[in-house]
């Protein structure tokens, strides 16, 4: 479902990503690690479309559309969802209203009629059961007051309201404690089906004893230069990233 | 949170988004001139011409009296410059000071005698007219309506059902004619005819408006309303409106105003009075969208207002609450004088300002009696190569013992070439006083940009959503459907901003 070709990224002068391949297949979790500076959160902002970083090579294949032509929001509507390390907070804008707006503009792109209120009360409701959430957070304004692991949990809750086709956490584990930490795995494994694909961004093994991981990926300047299984994981935990540079 | 809750705001916001983009699909949609045929004096000021205006309006001695000695007092006045506002020279003899429609020579009894014309501009401004729909639950409020054309007013609904509650909703005109003793003991109290350079020439020269009486424990039945329409080229509308509530009287009263597209500039020099007694409470609203001129600048109104609430009694309250997205240039400061003990001011602002937009608006809140207390939430939203200015002055009197004051000014930036300027004065002569001031400044982040865009939200919705969310505080105290045009309104004067 996703093919990256040869990419080639930078922001500004600082070339981060010097070739980076990579295939998802439906339903497949990545993980992706490596040291601080390596490419790691590029990778992701190349996907979601962030404007500072610059594409000066390769290609991006998302479901048989070329995914660098689309604007931020298209790609969004066409099913790439990213979990942010640091959610911004929007004053004064209800988190309700403002998913809301985000699943009906996505809808809209698609050509599926908008989502009226009373259905999407439904499908708040259910979700946030499932996230086991505190459905306060709906009331208040986007992440505006959250703690750290309110935060990342309304990141998973506007996920699965949206249900991305490929979700991208960035980090989604730093900052939270062992049980928001569970919290918010347990989210992601619910969402976890054949059809949905994860790229999961992180610098611990920690996070990938909750979410089991089919490949994890080295990066390392800005190319992946090893891939395995979940084992792979727990061997970088043992030995760190100090071979690398050798 | 209890389901009923969210689904009572469900409904609400769908219902609001559904409005807003309805209105949203042009840019200054009110800028179209209605075609009818006008008494408009020759342009020009001296006392043959206010003599004149009072004549059209049959006024007795006092009035004209009062209008003369103003006059005088005006052109020993000289045009304020201290605001941080760039304002061309004006020729106040340039301007034409009477415009009435022709058919309203004769005042219209009923709305079946107004100029057909006149309704249909009114219907396209989506201002309601028709007691009949109203009643028939067309729109959803119930809402009695001034009507100011130019420099008269057209006509007033719901007359009768509010003299049943004791209410007085009239034009200014009507007021000097039937209830003159009213006027004479409030007309010029709060805001006297030498107050300043515009409030002056408006004293001299203003040609009609509304005046509102609301008698004592009286809750006025139903949200007043004046709209205020400038059409005809080269004048200058002048109104002034009185608002009196008696003790324990309550009353909600809103303003718009609108203005076609022209590339000359239009003057607007109103004076608001209001008047609360002792347990009373005036809630005043304005949606102010005058042509703000072109991209270019070209164009719009000067809207110099002068507007100031009396709290006399004790524990009386006044709020004003103001959304000001047009005018060339704004200079307006609404204020309030908290004369009686435990009396209340609160003042509600958002302004934007676009393109060549200037704006210099804020407050005064003058402590005199026992334990007043005043709020002031201002938000100011700069974009295009405009500045917006908030200033504001609290003021704590000797004798003001145990006065409080909380002030919050914040300010949004959109793009590199707008500026925003905060002037807050403060004057304490009491120490058991308690201020407090907050301000801020910000720019609607890239980051939260993205992260809106990232959800597939567009950058138009982004912003606009960013905007109204900044605006909350205030927009909460506005009247439902004001609210929802407000909203609008900010939405189309951001048009073009973004990007």
């Given at each position: 479902m996703l093919?990256i070709?040869?990419i ?5 002068e600082?070339?981060?990503?010097k070739?980076?391949?990579l295939?998802?297949k439906?339903?497949?979790?990545h ?6 500076g390596?490419g ?7 996907l979601?479309g962030?404007?500072?970083v610059e ?10 559309k ?9 790609r ?10 640091y959610?911004?907070?929007i004053?004064?804008?209800?988190n ?55 935060k ?9 309201i949206l ?20 919290i918010?795995?347990?989210?992601v ?11 999961v961004i ?38 760190g990233?100090?071979?690398?540079e050798? | 949170?209890?389901?009923q809750v969210i ?25 179209f ?18 003599r004149?205006?009072?004549a ?12 003369l ?6 052109l ?15 020729d106040?003899n ?12 004769n ?9 057909p ?25 119930k ?13 007033t ?18 007021a ?28 001299a ?8 009486y ?18 005809e ?23 718009g ?9 239009q ?13 009373a409470?005036?809630?005043y609203?304005?949606v ?8 270019e ?16 009694g ?6 004003w609450t103001?959304?000001?997205?047009g ?9 309030c ?37 005043s709020?002031?939430?201002s ?40 500026g ?7 004057e304490?002569?009491n120490?058991s ?11 609607i ?36 459907e004001?609210?929802?045009?407000a909203k609008?309104?900010?939405?189309i ?7």
């Amino acid at each position: 479902m996703l093919n990256i070709k040869n990419i080639h990224a930078q922001v500004g002068e600082n070339k981060i990503l010097k070739g980076l391949n990579l295939n998802i297949k439906p339903g497949e979790v990545h993980a992706i690690m490596g040291p601080n500076g390596s490419g790691k959160s590029t990778l992701g902002n190349v996907l979601a479309g962030m404007e500072k970083v610059e594409v000066t090579d390769g290609s991006v294949d998302f479901l048989g559309k070329n995914l660098l032509d689309l604007e931020i929001e298209e790609r969004a509507a066409e099913g790439v969802f990213m979990a942010f390390q640091y959610p911004v907070e929007i004053p004064g804008v209800n988190n309700m209203y403002f998913l809301r707006a985000a699943l009906n503009a996505q809808l809209k792109y698609r050509g599926e009629p908008e989502i009226n209120s009373s259905v999407f009360l439904k499908l708040v409701r259910e979700k946030i059961k499932m996230m086991n959430m505190r459905d306060d957070l709906l009331r208040r304004p986007v992440n505006e007051g959250f703690s750290g692991g309110e935060k990342k949990r309304n990141e998973i809750f506007q996920m699965s309201i949206l249900e991305p086709k490929l979700a991208i956490l960035d980090e989604t584990d730093s900052g939270l404690d062992i049980d928001a930490l569970k919290i918010v795995s347990d989210g992601v494994n619910q969402l976890r089906n054949e059809d949905r694909s994860f790229i999961v961004i992180t610098h611990y093994q920690r996070l990938l004893d909750y979410i089991v991981p089919d490949y994890v990926h080295v990066l390392s300047d800005g190319k992946i230069v090893r891939t395995g299984d979940k084992s792979l994981a727990l061997e970088l935990e043992e030995t760190g990233y100090g071979w690398l540079e050798k | 949170m209890s389901e009923q809750v969210i689904e009572t705001k469900q409904a609400q916001v769908q219902q609001e988004n559904a409005e807003v983009h309805k209105r949203v699909a042009q840019t200054y949609k009110d800028g179209f001139v209605t075609d009818i045929e006008s008494d408009t004096f020759p342009p020009g000021l001296n006392e043959d011409v206010i003599r004149a205006i009072s004549a059209k309006k049959n006024e007795p001695q006092w009035m004209l009296d009062w209008r003369l000695k103003a006059y005088e007092k005006w052109l020993t006045m000289e045009q304020p410059n201290w605001a941080k506002l760039k304002i061309p020279e004006i020729d106040f003899n340039a301007i034409s000071y009477f415009s009435s429609p022709k058919s309203d020579e004769n005042a219209p009894e009923t709305l079946a005698d107004v100029d057909p014309k006149l309704l249909e501009t009114y219907a396209k401004l989506g201002v309601p007219l028709h007691e009949q729909e109203i009643l028939a639950g067309v729109k959803k409020t119930k809402v009695a309506v001034d009507v100011v054309f130019d420099s008269v007013s057209v006509t007033t609904t719901f007359k009768k059902e509010l003299k049943a509650a004791g209410v007085i909703f009239c034009s200014f005109s009507e007021a000097v004619q039937d209830h003159p003793e009213l006027v004479k003991q409030y007309l010029g109290q709060v805001v006297p005819i030498g107050d300043n350079y515009f409030s002056a020439l408006n004293a001299a020269v203003f040609s009609d408006g509304s005046f509102v009486y609301i008698p004592k424990n009286t809750r006025c039945p139903m949200e007043l309303s004046t709209y205020f329409r400038i059409n005809e080229m080269n004048t200058g509308q002048f109104e002034r409106t009185l608002i009196i509530a008696d003790d324990g009287a309550e009353v909600s009263y809103l303003e718009g105003c609108t203005a076609p597209m022209r590339d000359e500039n239009q003057l607007h020099a109103a004076v608001v009075e209001l008047f609360i007694l002792d347990n009373a409470k005036i809630k005043y609203s304005t949606v102010q969208n005058w042509y703000p001129g072109d991209e270019e600048g070209k164009g719009g109104i000067y809207n110099f207002v002068t507007k100031r609430a009396a709290c006399n009694g004790v524990n009386a309250k006044v709020s004003w609450t103001q959304v000001e997205t047009g005018s060339a240039i704004t200079w307006k400061y609404p204020s309030c004088v908290l004369r009686g003990d435990n009396s209340r001011g609160e003042f509600y602002s958002v302004a934007l300002t676009n393109n060549y937009q200037q704006a210099d608006t804020g407050t005064k809140m003058i402590h005199l009696g026992k334990n007043t207390k005043s709020t002031i939430i201002s938000k100011g939203i700069s974009a295009g190569k405009s500045h917006n200015t908030y200033r504001g002055l609290v003021r704590i009197s000797k004798k003001a013992e145990g006065a409080r004051n909380h002030t919050q000014c914040d300010s949004l930036l959109i793009g590199k070439n707008c500026g925003a300027h905060t002037f807050p004065y403060i004057e304490c002569s009491n120490n058991s006083a308690q201020l407090e001031h907050e301000a801020t400044t910000s720019k609607i982040s890239e980051d939260q940009l993205f992260y809106c865009k990232q959800r597939g939200i567009t950058e138009e919705d982004a912003t606009s959503m960013i905007v109204d969310g900044f605006c909350k505080e205030v927009f909460k105290e506005l009247p439902m459907e004001f609210a929802v045009e407000a909203k609008a309104l900010l939405d189309i004067s951001l048009e073009g901003a973004v990007g």
